[in-house]
């Protein structure tokens, strides 16, 4: 079964602090891989989405990375701010088969003054 | 403004009764989705549709309805057979190929007393 783990569950920074978020997938055959913040009681707004191909890619102080061998994904917030208070989920999609989107459970990131 | 609208943004519904929540989207996206959200859990698929009268069952599409009679809105009944329904309810919608990058509505919130 198509499954994404996302690491850590919660955590606590400074504002100005960087910080960064892990996921682990094991999602086949690949296709994208996908970031979302997700604001309390608001829909998810997409950050960044990766292919096989791509390593890296940036949007603004958000830096995703993907390394389709070992299956795993990071997202780095650089110096954070309060309103980078927010779930970020990690969305994996396979080419095929059943379960072809898979979504992590979010990592919850609390930036404080 | 393009966008997807979910209507309303709290529900209050007594126990035992039906209630639809609304949604639509003027991006002129092919496939729409509806996901279910609970605290800790990543979202779960209900249904989704690739095309005007036509959808398909999700991960958990017991208790739930849905239509899609225009490519605009695709409206989701929670009904009474649901046993848990007490939720944070997301639609969202893509172009072209169902899985393709996926768009969110802000969410509704339906409580059920």
């Known amino acids: 079964k198509n499954q994404v783990e996302q690491s850590p569950q919660s955590l606590i920074i400074l504002e100005g602090k960087n910080c960064t978020l892990q996921?682990?997938?094991?999602?086949?055959?690949?296709?994208?891989l996908r970031w979302y913040k997700q604001d309390t009681g608001r829909g998810p707004v997409s950050l960044t989405i990766m292919t096989f191909s791509e390593n890296t890619k940036s949007n603004g102080r958000y830096t995703a990375t993907l390394d389709a061998d070992t299956k795993q994904s990071s997202l780095h917030i650089t110096a954070s701010q309060l309103s980078d208070s927010a779930s970020y989920i990690c969305?994996?999609?396979?080419?095929?088969?059943?379960?072809?989107?898979?979504f992590g459970k979010g990592n919850q990131v609390v930036v404080i003054p | 403004d393009g966008g997807i609208t979910q209507s309303p943004k709290y529900l209050f519904r007594k126990e035992g009764q039906n209630v639809t929540l609304s949604c639509e989207q003027n991006l002129n996206h092919d496939a729409m989705y509806w996901y279910r959200q609970d605290p800790g859990q990543g979202l779960r698929l209900i249904y989704y549709s690739q095309i005007v009268n036509d959808f398909q069952k999700g991960d958990i599409a017991e208790g739930y309805s849905v239509s899609r009679e225009k490519k605009e809105s695709f409206p989701l009944t929670v009904t009474s057979a649901q046993k848990n329904p007490t939720a944070f309810y997301l639609c969202a919608s893509s172009m072209g190929e169902i899985y393709n990058e996926q768009f969110f509505g802000p969410g509704t919130r339906l409580t059920v007393l």
């Open positions: 996921c682990n997938y094991t999602v086949s055959p690949f296709s994208n």
């Open positions: 969305v994996v999609s396979a080419y095929y088969g059943n379960n072809r989107l898979a």
